[in-house]
Structure formats: structure tokens, C-alpha cells
């Protein structure tokens, strides 16, 4: 599986953005998606899930602010971003796994082992 990451930039504290995540390769082993985020000298958290089932998952620090969603016409993932902060301000990374998944149990397949290469988001006060 080969995802690919766009749509990152830089953009003023209120403003939005949206990612796109291409996924190509042997994509109908895919169980789940997610974006991660990764600021400088902080570990990196997930920010998003999506079951193949359509299951979401948001950390608390987005929720009601960012959407995620795919096209599987287009084999494409996104994350809507509305109503961004500083502390937005990271690498996003797109994931994947083909691990068994259970999003009402809590179980978003972790930890992706599928990954893209990474886009950044950088939010001015």
C-alpha cells in the first residue's frame, strides 16, 4: 500500500484546510485510515480514524473541528480542517492497517503500518 499526502500549508489562526491522502497498491486489505499529526519534541498522536465501515474516530483536541472522510471511488482519504489553532501546527501523516479493527470497542487497529510521507500544517496566531 503507497499513500501519498496534499493539501498541507501555511494558513492563519481561524482559517481551514483540507488534506487528501491517495492510497494506491493492494488498497482492499485496507481495514482503516487515519491522520497522525507530529509537532516538534512531541510524540505523535493520532488525530482521526475511519473504518472501512465508515466507524470514525476523533482525539478530543479536534473534535467538532476536524472531518474525516473517503472517496473510495477515488481511493482517497481526507481531513477537513475548520476553525484552526497554533497549536495545529504539525506534520500531518496519513496511515494505514490491514489489522482487524472494532471502533465501538475502541480498537482502531493500531499501531498503521501502512504510512505516507507527510504534509505540513503550519497555523499563524
Known amino acids: 500500500v503507497q499513500l501519498v499526502e496534499s493539501g498541507g500549508g501555511l494558513v492563519q489562526a481561524g482559517g481551514s484546510l483540507r488534506l487528501s491522502c491517495a492510497a494506491s497498491?493492494?488498497?482492499?486489505?485496507?481495514?482503516?485510515m487515519g491522520w497522525y499529526r507530529q509537532a516538534p519534541g512531541k510524540e505523535r498522536e493520532l488525530v482521526a480514524a475511519?473504518?472501512?465501515?465508515?466507524?470514525?474516530y476523533y482525539a478530543d483536541s479536534v473534535k467538532g473541528r476536524f472531518t474525516i472522510s473517503r472517496d473510495d471511488t477515488k481511493n482517497t482519504l481526507y481531513l477537513q480542517m475548520n476553525s484552526l489553532k497554533p497549536y495545529d501546527t504539525a506534520m500531518y501523516y496519513c496511515?494505514?492497517?490491514?489489522?482487524?479493527?472494532?471502533?465501538?470497542?475502541?480498537?482502531?487497529?493500531?499501531?498503521?503500518?501502512?504510512w505516507g510521507q507527510g504534509t505540513q500544517v503550519t497555523v499563524s496566531s
Open positions: 496511515a494505514a492497517t490491514s489489522a482487524s479493527v472494532s471502533f465501538d470497542r475502541g480498537d482502531y487497529g493500531l499501531p498503521y503500518h501502512y
Open positions: 475511519i473504518s472501512s465501515g465508515g466507524s470514525t
Open positions: 497498491g493492494s488498497i482492499f486489505s485496507i481495514n482503516a
